[in-house]
């Protein structure tokens, strides 16, 4: 099988989450590795047999043996590496938020566009397993989708470094909601027209946001710092039934119940986002829009869109207002 020599723009305790389920992808092969500090991509190459790696960046971007470069630097990197990338004739494997604004955001995509390149962010909460279905349940039993609740629930927490700095960041918004801002739309199948929001996007505070799809259907994201654990709560409701699903995002424990009118039933459910399958599932499909010319998975649009969404939001939670798309 023909497969996508991809080059890893990083290394830190993310790049471990992700590497089983990359190194397990059938149409790709990680070939290139760089950090800023040069023991840490040699550690993680002789580690994981990677051939290749350096220090400096420049030598990825540019080497003959990868086709595709996966972003994993900090936000605040994000679109001037991806740009380099694709300068240098490289497809893009981002890490979310795809810029840290709307406008460098479509800049970014109309050189992929305007190369033939690949430009994917890596919104992987679509691909988890337990989410994947979520359209086909609700097409087949839950009916029209009127409201979306997607809730996040975790312990206090204070982040340090670039996270704690918004202008490097994005704050929780662009850091972390935008998962559920990308879900949402997602789900709904359709950009929202309106976006309210309270309370504050910086980790260990509360905050509320509502996006308007027209017809009276709405999208509720909300960010609870003040409890327990790290949980995520979906809730589904349709025309002719609704969905809960709810579990432990670092050991996948959950369980999900539909309710129609002919009745309910609850199982256990594994709502593992950060597993092999999830990760498999974002490189292999990354590397077969490659391999195939088609779109990817996570549409380049709907990287720009979570990007607006996360944009509006935060204006939406200074000002007070309902604001328009
Ligand atoms: N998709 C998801 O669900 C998800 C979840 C978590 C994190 N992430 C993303 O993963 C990425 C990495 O996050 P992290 O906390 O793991 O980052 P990090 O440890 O701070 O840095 C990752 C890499 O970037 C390098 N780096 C840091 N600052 C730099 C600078 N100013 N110039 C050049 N290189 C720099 C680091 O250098 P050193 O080698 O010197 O350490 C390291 O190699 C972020 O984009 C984050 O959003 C995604």
Same mark, same amino acid.
């Given at each position: 099988?023909?497969?996508?020599?991809?080059?890893?723009?990083?290394?830190?305790?993310?790049? *471990?989450?992700?590497?089983?389920?990359?190194?397990?992808?059938?149409?790709?092969?990680?070939?290139?590795?760089?950090?800023?500090?040069? $023991?840490?991509?040699?550690?993680?190459?002789?580690?994981?047999?990677?051939?290749?790696?350096?220090?400096?960046?420049?030598?990825?971007?540019?080497?003959?043996?990868?086709?595709?470069?996966? =972003?994993?630097?900090?936000?605040?990197? *994000?679109?001037?590496?991806?740009?380099?990338?694709?300068?240098?004739?490289?497809?893009?494997?981002?890490?979310?938020?795809?810029?840290?604004?709307?406008?460098?955001?479509?800049?970014?995509?109309?050189?992929?566009?305007?190369?033939? !390149?690949?430009?994917?962010?890596?919104?992987?909460?679509?691909?988890?397993?337990?989410?994947?279905?979520?359209?086909?349940?609700?097409?087949?039993?839950?009916?029209?989708?009127?409201?979306?609740?997607?809730?996040?629930?975790?312990?206090?927490?204070?982040?340090?470094?670039?996270?704690?700095?918004?202008?490097?960041?994005g704050g929780?918004?662009?850091?972390?909601?935008?998962?559920?801002?990308?879900?949402?739309?997602?789900?709904?199948?359709?950009?929202?027209?309106?976006?309210?929001?309270?309370? $504050? &996007?910086?980790?260990?505070? &509360?905050?509320?946001?509502?996006?308007?799809? +027209?017809?009276?259907?709405?999208?509720?994201?909300?960010?609870?710092?003040?409890?327990?654990?790290?949980? !995520?709560? =979906?809730?589904?409701?349709?025309?002719?039934?609704?969905?809960?699903?709810?579990?432990?995002?670092?050991? +996948?424990?959950?369980?999900?119940?539909? =309710?129609? $009118?002919?009745?309910?039933?609850?199982?256990?459910?594994?709502?593992?986002?950060?597993?092999?399958?999830?990760?498999?599932?974002?490189?292999? +499909?990354?590397?077969?829009?490659?391999?195939?010319?088609? $779109?990817?998975?996570?549409?380049?649009?709907?990287?720009?869109?979570? =990007?607006?969404?996360?944009?509006?939001a935060r204006?939406?939670?200074?000002?007070?207002?309902?604001?328009?798309f």
């Amino acid at each position: 099988m023909q497969k996508v020599r991809l080059g890893i723009l990083g290394v830190s305790w993310w790049t *471990h989450v992700i590497w089983p389920g990359f190194s397990s992808a059938e149409n790709a092969e990680i070939t290139w590795i760089a950090a800023r500090t040069g $023991e840490k991509a040699e550690r993680f190459a002789r580690e994981h047999g990677i051939p290749n790696w350096t220090d400096n960046y420049a030598d990825l971007l540019s080497a003959s043996e990868v086709d595709a470069v996966y =972003v994993g630097v900090p936000n605040f990197l *994000h679109e001037e590496m991806a740009v380099a990338a694709l300068a240098n004739g490289k497809h893009v494997l981002q890490e979310k938020p795809m810029a840290l604004t709307v406008d460098k955001a479509i800049a970014q995509a109309e050189i992929a566009f305007s190369r033939g !390149l690949a430009l994917m962010v890596n919104q992987e909460l679509r691909l988890v397993d337990a989410i994947r279905d979520l359209p086909e349940i609700t097409r087949t039993r839950l009916g029209a989708l009127r409201k979306v609740v997607l809730g996040v629930t975790k312990a206090p927490e204070t982040w340090g470094g670039w996270r704690a700095d918004k202008t490097r960041s994005g704050g929780t918004l662009f850091e972390m909601a935008i998962h559920q801002l990308d879900l949402a739309r997602w789900l709904f199948g359709r950009n929202p027209l309106r976006v309210w929001a309270q309370g $504050e &996007d910086s980790s260990g505070h &509360d905050m509320t946001v509502v996006f308007d799809y +027209g017809e009276g259907d709405t999208a509720l994201i909300d960010y609870c710092w003040r409890s327990i654990g790290f949980r !995520l709560r =979906v809730e589904l409701y349709g025309e002719r039934g609704y969905l809960l699903q709810e579990g432990d995002l670092n050991t +996948g424990r959950g369980s999900r119940r539909i =309710v129609t $009118e002919s009745g309910s039933e609850s199982a256990d459910l594994n709502l593992e986002v950060f597993g092999v399958s999830t990760f498999r599932h974002v490189l292999e +499909g990354f590397a077969d829009a490659i391999l195939t010319g088609s $779109e990817p998975p996570i549409p380049t649009a709907d990287g720009i869109w979570a =990007v607006r969404m996360a944009e509006s939001a935060r204006e939406a939670m200074r000002t007070g207002q309902i604001l328009a798309f």
